[in-house]
């Protein structure tokens, strides 16, 4: 298969024209030409946290449905998908284990655990039943199927959890934390990167306990941000880009299974959830996850910053398979053909995996 005539956009080599050749899921081969390009060309965008679509919830869904959820998303770009748990029962997540290990689609990559090991401070939408220190016998066997744990690293035995991950292939992200400057410069030096839709669920800064924000200033951490303009100010997020640099930021949807579905009432892992005008928010009115598609963000922050094409490939895709270890995220010989094909105006014209 030959792309022919488009705008190649790669988060290393940068934006150019040519074709782009395809042979058994790998590309092959990467030309320059000198045309008039009819497309955009970008590596398939990754969500590496995301609760549910079209009325699935990662907590209840068969596999069956995860299956139906990836073609929703694949359709948007999205070539990369981590549905994500929230804090349960070791019953619950391990069936949500077996259910996920069983579903086949391409683009589904692995679970992200979103707690039980959190802080019941900075539970948000999260059950503080199921919130807890870590133990290894308070997880499920994870069968190779999970990829990110979202903990607080604050909780009891979080040293221990960071040498379970390092052993099992799992990279901890910090969220949901109620944690000091000190804690989170502390994990970053057991060589924790990453923070959970960050600043969202954390301490907040102040200029005598800078808490996690400053240490996403002062440390070289990635963080997620949901760009729905709800969770974060368009502001907040060019501030982002302009303080951290888009090589350190990872978009994410959060969404959960109202997505792509009218106001109503809906489910997110066993809580009610009301949503008004695409705003989600439990019976308390705290925020629970979001409504937000994958291409929406895709040009809210695009909106928001004015980064080029580059840089958008950076923040939808390159950084987060980077920090997972995981290969993708470059139009380059040898990689993976996971790409999206988009127009002008950033709308999905096709995803090609
Ligand atoms: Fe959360």
Redesign the pocket.
């Known amino acids: 298969m030959i792309i022919e005539k488009i705008l190649i956009v790669d988060p290393i080599d940068g934006e150019y024209c040519g074709d782009v050749e395809i042979e058994e899921g790998i590309i092959v081969n990467v030309r320059k030409k000198e045309n008039f390009p009819r497309y955009v060309l970008m590596p398939g965008f990754v969500d590496p946290?995301t609760h549910g679509r079209a009325g699935i919830d990662c907590m209840s869904a068969s596999s069956v449905e995860f299956e139906i959820w990836a073609e929703h998303v694949r359709k948007e770009g999205v070539s990369f998908l981590f549905p994500?748990t929230?804090s349960s029962s070791k019953k619950l997540l391990e069936k949500v284990i077996y259910n996920f290990s069983k579903a086949y689609h391409p683009i589904l990559s692995f679970l992200h655990f979103?707690?039980p090991f959190i802080s019941k401070e900075k539970a948000?939408?999260?059950n503080k039943q199921y919130i807890m220190g870590f133990s290894k016998n308070k997880l499920p066997h994870l069968k190779n199927n999970v990829k990110i744990i979202?903990a607080a690293p604050e909780v009891k035995g979080f040293e221990k959890l960071v040498k379970f991950a390092k052993d099992n292939n799992i990279i901890i992200s910090l969220?949901?934390s109620n944690g000091t400057f000190k804690d989170f410069k502390s994990a970053f030096e057991q060589g924790i990167d990453r923070i959970?839709?960050f600043p969202?669920?954390l301490r907040t800064f102040y200029h005598r306990e800078i808490g996690p924000i400053g240490a996403a200033f002062l440390y070289k951490f990635y963080v997620e941000l949901i760009i729905d303009n709800v969770h974060l100010s368009p502001y907040f997020v060019k501030l982002m880009y302009k303080i951290l640099g888009p090589e350190r930021i990872i978009l994410i949807t959060?969404s959960i299974s109202a997505t792509g579905l009218k106001d109503g009432i809906y489910e997110l892992g066993g809580l009610l959830v009301k949503v008004e005008n695409g705003i989600a928010k439990t019976e308390e009115g705290i925020l629970a996850?979001s409504t937000l598609r994958y291409i929406d963000a895709v040009k809210n922050f695009k909106k928001a910053t004015n980064c080029s094409l580059k840089e958008l490939s950076m923040v939808t895709s390159y950084n987060a398979l980077k920090n997972l270890g995981m290969r993708g995220g470059r139009i380059k010989e040898g990689y993976p053909a996971k790409l999206v094909l988009l127009d002008e105006n950033l709308n999905v014209v096709s995803t090609i995996i």
């Open positions: 946290h994500t929230i979103e707690g948000g939408a999260q979202t969220g949901h959970t839709h969202n669920a959060d996850g």
